[in-house]
């Protein structure tokens, strides 16, 4: 399956605008767009018709429709798309302002991970990677199934865990990355798709938003921004860079301090 085509300044999405790499198409198929705007029919703006949502519901996947759209249609939709952006921002700010704080973030991430354990074929890849042990043991790498559950009950409100606060919000197996801050607190984390299938990424953000929780937490800051992740050496006198690498397991085997942006996810569908 060809890479999806991410949006840039001289890429813009067709449907939203968007520059910011939030919304794909295929090289093959530049008529069918990967829309975070527009994600149902009444977003979607005259010239373009919605299909359906991506399986993790983050995408509309809207279709150029070549059908006629006279000037009035286009200016009732610009008018209707302004009132529901500003109301769709503040009920996002409203949402992001009720999600954990950074410190009640790590608590119930650590509550997690002492669940669970690393296991042999996952702590191989980290070794291939070049991670030495006690940087694996320090990243808190852990291994999980898909829908993994737990033995003891944690906090449905953070990204990634079940309404019910028994089972993790993981589609398929692999292991968890956690995303650290300045003060190694952990605020977040992402999964590494063990084997991922067509299509799929080999990251995904843990979000515990779905279709049947349509305002589920996801690994948001309260700001609405995603972390980043900050990676300390044990030792030397680091010199601080900014480097655009892939994971945190590569940022730790570097001798500096690292500040990574976070993976952009790929759509399901």
């Known amino acids: 399956m060809s890479k999806y085509i991410r949006t840039n300044r001289s890429n813009p999405c067709p449907v939203c605008g968007d520059t910011r790499g939030r919304c794909r198409h295929l090289p093959d198929s530049?008529?069918?767009?990967?829309?975070?705007?527009?994600?149902?029919?009444?977003?979607?703006?005259?010239?373009?018709?919605?299909?359906?949502?991506?399986?993790?519901?983050l995408w509309g996947i809207v279709r150029q429709d070549t059908g006629d759209t006279d000037e009035a249609s286009r200016r009732e939709w610009a008018e209707r798309w302004r009132s529901l952006q500003a109301e769709r921002l503040q009920q996002e700010k409203a949402r992001h302002a009720a999600s954990l704080s950074e410190e009640a973030r790590d608590r119930e991430v650590r509550d997690i991970l002492r669940q669970l354990r690393l296991c042999s074929q996952h702590y191989e890849d980290l070794k291939r990677r070049g991670l030495s042990d006690e940087l694996i043991a320090a990243g808190q790498f852990k291994s999980v199934e898909q829908w993994q559950k737990l033995n003891q009950e944690v906090s449905y409100r953070l990204a990634g865990v079940s309404l019910g606060g028994r089972s993790l919000v993981t589609p398929q197996a692999g292991y968890l990355c956690p995303v650290w801050n300045p003060f190694g607190q952990i605020v977040a984390w992402q999964l590494r798709v063990w084997n991922p299938k067509d299509g799929t990424p080999k990251y995904l953000w843990l979000s515990s938003r779905t279709k049947k929780r349509p305002n589920g937490a996801t690994a948001h800051l309260p700001n609405g921004e995603l972390p980043l992740t900050f990676c300390t050496p044990h030792q030397t006198t680091p010199q601080l860079k900014h480097l655009f690498v892939e994971t945190a397991e590569e940022q730790r085997s570097r001798g500096d301090i690292t500040i990574s942006p976070p993976v952009p996810p790929t759509p399901l569908h």
């Open 30 to 57: 530049p008529d069918t767009i990967l829309c975070m705007t527009a994600t149902d029919a009444y977003s979607a703006p005259p010239g373009w018709r919605f299909l359906k949502l991506t399986r993790d519901g």
